[in-house]
């Protein structure tokens, strides 16, 4: 019992790594950085813009091979040789971030995106280790614990990289963009050091094959992803909650991506900027927690609710925003639901995976939140440069929201649950 909770806190430990990533580089000091200083005599919702184009394209290119790795993973027992590969891309692509200085907004963008596929693409491998992990009953426990995790790792790392650049002379650095640059490269070390504990204490389940090769894995990779888009329409509701989940998904990470650049378009200062998704990191750490425990009272799918309702309106509000107050508002309600929509939204499809298709079918799962995040960037992005507003982007997402919670609706969890065990039957 020892054992199994030593991996399930090594499982966790990556979160509280890579999360560096997500809070640093993705979230709070790149977006930033990238408006200030890459993009240097560009205008602001323009830089927005290209900012929204980078996020599309990193997006797009890892939910093209989401499903193609975790086929071959699943077919090789493979999946951990996969996370390394991608992890230790995002990590060396943070570390280049450093080099980006006064204009070079179209160096920041591709390492941005080589750094954004490594991020998600290990992701996906490390999606599919949670089965193997918990037990279905264990499984809300253990997803919002690994979002937690990631909170307080990534919130760690991102309050000493402000201290950093609100106080360069602190650590004896002479000046801010120094030190932002300096904070690049810590992100890939954090995320590399708590790595270790996974790399050496979660052992991949073997698979044997009757079956001889025959063709490249590459091959058998595109074949099968043929198969999954067949053998996905037998489950349901596992389906019907995809598309949902594809939709409010959509919404949810074009928040995360662009909530720091929508509010430097519309005026509101670097620091404010910064500070606020600080706050958003430490504020979700109690309430993922909190959401974990409240689906064991009301259901993980009303949890879910909750969260997604709460969402809808922090993008209707978000569209009148005009001071730093109402982005630090805005920063706290979305530290509220953000990790807790995450961490059920992983838990409820995981109940309805086939025992025997984790890999491939998490593989599906990250198409499904890799695609989605493709629209909602490329829209805000989009509808900003056209009208020269990034107001009316924003504005755009409170469809992703309505559509993903009429489509939940329909879902039926225990079904999915009965139609995973009983594939034949389904």
Same mark, same amino acid.
């Given at each position: ?14 979160d ?5 990533f ?17 993009? @240097?005599?560009?205008d ?32 090789t ?21 450093? *080099? ?8 920041? #963008? ?37 979002? @937690? ?12 990289n ?6 360069? %002379? ?23 050091i ?10 991949e389940?073997k ?8 063709? #490249?894995?590459?091959? +058998? ?18 389906? +019907? ?11 949810? #990470? ?26 958003t ?7 993922t ?7 064991t009272?009301?259901t ?16 209707? +509000? ?12 805005? @920063? ?5 639901? %953000?990790?807790?929509? %995450? ?25 499904? #939140? ?14 900003? %440069?056209?009208?020269?507003?990034? &107001? ?8 992703? *929201? ?6 939940? &609706?329909?879902?039926d ?11 034949? @039957?389904?």
């Amino acid at each position: 019992m020892e054992n199994r909770k030593k991996i399930q806190r090594s499982w966790m430990l990556y979160d509280f790594g890579n999360s560096a990533f997500a809070t640093t580089i993705m979230a709070a000091v790149l977006p930033v950085y990238y408006s200030t200083v890459a993009a @240097a005599g560009v205008d602001e919702n323009l830089a927005a813009s290209y900012w929204g184009y980078s996020q599309s394209i990193s997006v797009l290119i890892v939910a093209i091979l989401a499903p193609i790795l975790g086929v071959i993973s699943d077919f090789t027992s493979a999946k951990k040789k996969f996370l390394h590969f991608f992890a230790f891309m995002g990590i060396i692509a943070s570390i280049l971030l450093a *080099f980006v200085g006064e204009g070079d907004y179209i160096l920041a #963008s591709v390492l941005f995106i080589v750094g954004s596929i490594g991020f998600s693409g290990a992701n996906i491998f490390y999606d599919s280790f949670l089965p193997e992990i918990a037990d279905r009953n264990e499984m809300d426990k253990v997803s919002s614990g690994g979002f @937690a995790y990631g909170y307080i790792g990534g919130g760690i790392l991102l309050a000493i990289n402000i201290l950093m650049i609100l106080n360069p %002379q602190w650590f004896g650095i002479p000046n801010t963009t120094l030190a932002t640059q300096i904070s690049f490269v810590t992100v890939g070390v954090w995320w590399f050091i708590f790595s270790i504990p996974l790399i050496k204490n979660i052992k991949e389940e073997k698979k044997f094959h009757n079956h001889k090769r025959d063709r #490249s894995y590459a091959a +058998i990779g595109f074949l099968r992803v043929g198969n999954t888009f067949k053998e996905i329409r037998r489950y349901k509701q596992l389906l +019907i909650f995809l598309l949902a989940f594809w939709l409010y998904n959509d919404g949810i #990470s074009t928040i995360i991506r662009m909530a720091t650049v929508y509010g430097s378009s519309i005026g509101i200062g670097s620091n404010d900027l910064i500070v606020a998704l600080l706050i958003t990191q430490f504020v979700g750490i109690p309430f993922t927690f909190f959401f974990g425990w409240l689906a064991t009272k009301i259901t993980a799918k009303k949890a879910l609710y909750i969260t997604l309702f709460v969402y809808l309106g922090i993008v209707s +509000i978000g569209y009148f925003m005009t001071s730093a107050v109402h982005f630090y508002v805005l @920063a706290i309600c979305v530290g509220m639901v %953000q990790g807790g929509a %995450q961490a059920l939204s992983r838990s409820i499809f995981g109940s309805m995976v086939p025992e025997n298709k984790k890999a491939e079918f998490f593989g599906f799962y990250g198409i499904s #939140s890799k695609f989605a995040a493709v629209i909602g960037p490329f829209a805000f992005a989009l509808i900003g %440069q056209v009208t020269g507003n990034s &107001r009316t982007g924003i504005l755009s997402l409170v469809v992703f *929201f309505i559509a993903g919670i009429v489509i939940l &609706r329909f879902v039926d969890i225990e079904k999915g649950i009965q139609e995973a065990k009983e594939p034949v @039957a389904s």
